[in-house]
């Protein structure tokens, strides 16, 4: 399985910062970034994509990240990101609540609310781990997943200790897998979400049958993930790929919250979001981008952003990309 490294140390100082930036903002999702250190700012990531889940572990200085409504309003892909930190301090403000956090917890926040965070560390870079994916593969009641967001989990003890034993030995060791192995270790890593959660809010865990049907679903996903760009992509297709009817695949998305050809839809708008805010493919026509995630026609993939996020691509490229 591929691991795509970033490291700024390559780069000239003046740049760093700002790359850095950029990168988090196309791999994991736009915030505004200020640090003291942003004049030689040294960092790396290791992005491990699972398809329907995304691992990236990040070494950096001190700073702090706000996630504003206004980028909320111009674009959410409505993730949960899962955070594991592995050295320095950390703050987080979301949904009412202040959470410190230091080496050994686990927290989960959302992309389509406003945070603030705050990291620190006496020397050298903080440490985490972020584990992203849609909101509704969270194996938990609504409900229970908002009283989850900005709580913190500790991971010295039960399930929360294998969920950080399971991200490290993921992030680091992530190359020793098959594509094959995502949907697996993606169901792994939620399931063990799941139980971390239900110690942590007493709640009781998913039925038998739904976990299974969360897990066919996890199957489907990926699948759809790693066909995007082919414009044949449709529900009978994924039905047949996985020898379950049409109508089956319209209810498991059904339970999900979202529509199949939606989802699809909004995972090929997420891509395309991502690309049109990577400075290093600032060169590629717009229709070029849409047609690599799998829209035939540039007037409709025009009208589609622009429900989506609020503007045109070539306007969100702009702004994203001054930043």
């Not at 020397?123 to 584990?131: Q, Y």
């Not at 593969?137 to 709580?151: F, I, Q, W």
């Not at 996890?218 to 082919?230: C, G, P, S, Y």
């Amino acid at each position: 399985m591929d691991v795509h490294h970033f490291s700024t140390d390559a780069l000239d100082r003046a740049e760093r910062f700002g790359r850095w930036h950029d990168m988090t903002a196309a791999a994991l999702i736009p915030t505004v970034m200020h640090s003291d250190h942003a004049a030689d700012f040294r960092a790396e990531a290791h992005v491990l994509d699972l398809g329907a889940v995304q691992v990236t572990a990040m070494r950096y200085p001190p700073m702090t990240i706000d996630r504003t409504s206004r980028l909320i309003s111009r674009a959410d892909p409505g993730y949960f990101q899962l955070s594991l930190t592995l050295s320095g301090e950390m703050w987080l403000s979301q949904a009412g609540r202040e959470t410190a956090l230091t080496a050994g917890d686990l927290l989960v926040y959302d992309s389509s609310q406003p945070f603030h965070g705050v990291t620190r560390i006496n020397d050298g870079r903080l440490g985490h781990i972020v584990a992203q994916f849609p909101k509704a593969l969270l194996p938990l009641p609504p409900r229970e997943a908002e009283r989850l967001v900005a709580l913190r989990m500790a991971a010295d003890s039960g399930f929360g200790a294998m969920l950080a034993q399971f991200l490290v030995r993921l992030a680091g060791d992530g190359a020793s897998f098959s594509p094959s192995d995502a949907p697996r270790l993606t169901t792994v890593l939620l399931d063990l979400l799941a139980g971390t959660a239900a110690q942590r809010l007493d709640a009781r865990a998913a039925p038998e049958p739904e976990s299974r049907r969360r897990a066919l679903f996890l199957r489907i996903q990926d699948f759809v993930h790693r066909h995007l760009a082919d414009p044949g992509l449709t529900p009978r297709t994924i039905a047949a790929a996985h020898h379950i009817s049409v109508r089956y695949l319209h209810r498991l998305c059904q339970e999900q919250g979202v529509t199949v050809s939606g989802w699809i839809r909004d995972r090929r708008l997420d891509r395309t979001r991502r690309d049109l805010a990577d400075p290093a493919q600032r060169r590629t026509p717009v229709h070029d981008i849409a047609a690599r995630w799998g829209f035939r026609h540039p007037a409709a993939f025009s009208r589609a952003f622009r429900a989506a996020y609020g503007c045109s691509p070539s306007e969100y490229r702009e702004c994203a990309q001054r930043q």
